[in-house]
């Protein structure tokens, strides 16, 4: 359940005789592709079985974190988080341990184009062929969530997204193996075929100040 996105619930809209008579939800869904990428998702997947690589393959950590935390994030990101607190020193070893980033939605959002800078001059320069392929791997996934923000303004072809994202599992796949491709990559291939994707992660923010006042009646 938790993996594919679905509760049991008898009594919700998925078990609803009425709703199945207007709609069938299970044909109609579409995941939030900021959950998908930045929620457990394709994203802390990807930067943490990387960043576990490029470590074996003796890419020095230190400068990785120096390069993305000297970085200064606009006003109005760095106003209410701040991206590099991810790589801090106990989350930053604790996320080389699961291979997993642990970052939140709107630090992973923030992070992953300057470290797409990163490895873009690792895949450019560095002296080693699998450094190299690793790191443009992560360059592919970064140019997948661009093209997915762009589409939300109707800026996107959705003929290069499916493209880019078939080749981008491809060569992830043949990096880090099956296993390595939860559920979350999979629904990649579902998003182009939506003219727009919306972004509901700003919806998602509000969530605590709707339950300060809904908990109050709904937990009697």
Request: net charge positive; charged share 15%; proline share 3%.
């Amino acid at each position: 359940e938790t993996n594919l996105g679905w509760k049991f619930m008898p009594r919700g809209v998925m078990f609803n005789p009425v709703a199945r008579q207007r709609m069938c939800p299970s044909t109609k869904v579409t995941f939030d592709w900021a959950h998908v990428f930045f929620v457990n998702g394709v994203f802390n997947s990807h930067a943490g079985l990387v960043l576990h690589k490029l470590r074996a393959l003796r890419v020095n950590m230190d400068v990785f974190v120096q390069y993305v935390s000297s970085f200064r994030w606009p006003h109005a990101v760095s106003s209410s988080i701040s991206p590099k607190d991810a790589l801090s020193a106990n989350r930053f070893k604790n996320s080389l341990a699961a291979k997993s980033l642990k970052a939140t939605a709107s630090e992973g959002l923030s992070l992953i184009p300057v470290m797409a800078m990163f490895f873009q001059h690792l895949a450019l320069s560095h002296h080693d062929d699998e450094v190299r392929r690793h790191a443009a791997c992560f360059v592919m996934l970064a140019l997948v969530v661009s093209m997915i923000i762009r589409s939300g303004r109707g800026l996107t072809n959705h003929v290069v997204l499916q493209h880019r994202v078939e080749t981008y599992l491809k060569e992830f796949v043949q990096l880090y193996g099956y296993a390595a491709a939860t559920p979350k990559f999979h629904m990649l291939l579902h998003f182009a075929f939506y003219f727009r994707i919306l972004n509901c992660l700003v919806h998602e923010r509000k969530h605590k100040s709707v339950k300060r006042y809904a908990n109050i009646h709904y937990n009697t």
